[in-house]
């Protein structure tokens, strides 16, 4: 393979990477039902509407779930890996594309889960207290915490629920992704 195509498919990884993000961000904006007044919701909706509009129409939010954004984001990574077979010359089967797509949106999922908890615990030692910029890290990390500080209970006013959260989407990525990635690996090496 070029240098040339190497790159390439480095910038395509990189451009769709990010397009899946800002669709799980939309999708976990929803879900957590931050706060649609902050700037950073509002640029989201944005980047995101010319896509999760036409889907809505025939995946409407049913309560806090954006299904229409977690299809597109399941398409972006279609795209990207249809992209990467016409780019290689590998004729990939649609089995192993889809899969591919499921794989793929699991793992930007979890992990913008695993660094939104980063974020907002590194956030609540260096910004305490109430900072409406900041907000939004906390307003989508709280509901993935809530049920591990029901069991954890802070230690000397130290709070370990995040570790016990970053641990579990890690072990969801190994017991649940994982075996989807493989099958779709398989997938695509069979075309």
Not at 58 to 85: C, F, H, I, Q
Not at 159 to 172: E, G, M, R, V
Request: glycine share 8%; hydrophobic share 60%.
């Amino acid at each position: 393979m070029s240098a040339g195509l190497q790159a390439l498919l480095f910038l395509l990884q990189v451009v769709f990477g990010l397009i899946t993000f800002v669709f799980i961000l939309r999708f976990l904006m929803r879900a957590t039902r931050v706060d649609w007044r902050l700037p950073l919701v509002h640029i989201t909706a944005r980047l995101t509407n010319w896509a999760c509009a036409p889907l809505g129409r025939l995946l409407p939010v049913k309560g806090r779930w954006d299904w229409a954004a977690l299809a597109a984001a399941w398409l972006t990574e279609v795209a990207y890996a249809v992209a990467v077979s016409l780019l290689t010359g590998q004729h990939y089967g649609a089995a192993g594309i889809a899969l591919f797509g499921v794989a793929e949106t699991l793992n930007v999922l979890l992990d913008s889960l695993f660094w939104l908890i980063i974020i907002q615990a590194v956030l609540s030692w260096v910004q305490p207290g109430y900072n409406p910029n900041l907000a939004i890290f906390h307003q989508l990390a709280e509901p993935v915490l809530a049920p591990f500080r029901r069991f954890i209970p802070p230690i000397a006013g130290l709070d370990l629920s995040p570790i016990a959260a970053l641990i579990a989407i890690k072990l969801t990525q190994i017991l649940l992704v994982g075996p989807i990635a493989g099958m779709a690996r398989a997938a695509l090496a069979g075309g």
